[in-house]
């Protein structure tokens, strides 16, 4: 499966409709860069506070596989999930920690 990199926008729309979604390839644009999925991710990293949370808001903490760059503190209601995930880095991880990490996914609230 392609690593894809989504700002908050994409992300809305992706979202839900790409862990309910049942029939794949689900193709969906970010960056104007066209991407394809083939299956649901399952294995994500998050590399900002604001899709960390998002994440972690639609309840998919079990498919994440690490987190970086927090710029302030994560909300109660996200903090027990939030301890389950492992922080990769507290900046924004190097390509040796996120190849440890083996994601599927990578999302990103900036460019």
């Known amino acids: 499966m ?3 990199l989504l ?7 992706l979202g839900q409709a790409c862990w309910a979604q049942s029939s794949y390839p689900l193709t969906y644009t970010s960056c104007g860069v ?17 899709v960390t949370e998002f994440m972690l ?3 998919l903490a079990d498919k994440m596989v690490g987190t970086a760059y927090l710029d302030d503190a994560i909300w109660p209601q996200y903090a027990e999930d939030y301890a389950s995930v492992p922080v990769l880095s507290s900046g924004y991880p190097t390509e040796a920690e ?3 990490a083996n994601p599927d996914f990578i999302l990103g609230s900036y460019k």
């Open 2 to 4: 392609p690593v894809g």
């Open 7 to 13: 700002r908050p926008a994409a992300l809305l729309a």
């Open 34 to 50: 066209d991407n394809t999925v083939s299956q649901a991710p399952s294995r994500v990293v998050t590399m900002n506070q604001g």
């Open 57 to 59: 808001a639609m309840g």
């Open 98 to 100: 996120l190849v440890a």
